[in-house]
């Protein structure tokens, strides 16, 4: 599948990677993210293991039309970790 867009998207509690490929059917476009969420360790006890990242997703839609997938991704991002506070699209080569 051929990469459209990628974006990089911080919310309130986590970082996520939307990527918009085009559908291998040649009809419409596929989106996937996947996300990381900062859980700074708080110690109960010392010496007890403590995880300092939670995986979110992967997720994947699909849709006919780019801006509509990527409103929905973003949409299903702000139900898994919070308000999206940033949006940066990366260069695609």
Known sequence: MKIIKTLDIETTDARFELTISANPTGRGFIAEYYGTTPKFAQVVRPGSPTP???????GKLAGDDLQQLI???????????????QISERNVR
Do not use: F, N, R, Y
């Open 52 to 58: 300092m990242m939670k995986e979110i997703g992967p």
């Open 71 to 85: 409103e929905a991704s973003c949409a299903e991002i702000e139900k898994l970790a919070g308000t999206i506070q």
